[in-house]
């Protein structure tokens, strides 16, 4: 074979993965929320804290009217290495502050250094350009303040676009 054969094969080979369409795992990173959840009278003597987190469902590209849609990974990190955070509420808001959704209907439990993610699929537009997430939460702690990050992404083709967001606390 030829030098220049064996570099349009490899060529076609890179063009033909970079065009082909995702796959979805198998193996599902999806958290059942519901077996996680503690009881309320728990967190009677815990303060609750709060910590708004922006997320981004789509951009805006060249102007006003192109946008591109974005797949956002919402973590919520317990940063203790002994005692569980207790995630109240994980409400989703849109640009114009309507509630989209309470991914946390029950209180729930993420253990020591654990790690827990709400997926915003890519073809979800709800929140829009201007989405965010208020998340209530406890910790017998005072020290320990959890970290709450999004990683927005889209691909397509050979082009890729990522960033992402960390929360603040507020109160």
Known sequence: MSYKSATYCITLVFVLIACSKHKKSPI???VNFDNRTVLLSKFDSLP???TYLSVYSEIYSYSQDITHNLTATVSMRNTSTTDSLY????????????????????????????????????DNKDGG???????????????????FEAIMISTSGSQGLSFTTTGKKIF
């Open 28 to 30: 599902s990173n999806e």
């Open 48 to 50: 609750v804290n709060g």
């Open 87 to 122: 995630i109240l509420e994980a409400e989703y808001y849109d640009t114009h502050g309507k509630t989209v959704k309470n991914y946390v209907s029950k209180p729930i439990f993420i253990a020591p250094m654990e790690t827990l993610h709400i997926v915003i699929d890519e």
């Open 129 to 147: 350009s201007g989405a965010n997430f208020l998340f209530k939460w406890a910790t017998n702690e005072e020290k320990s303040i959890p970290l």
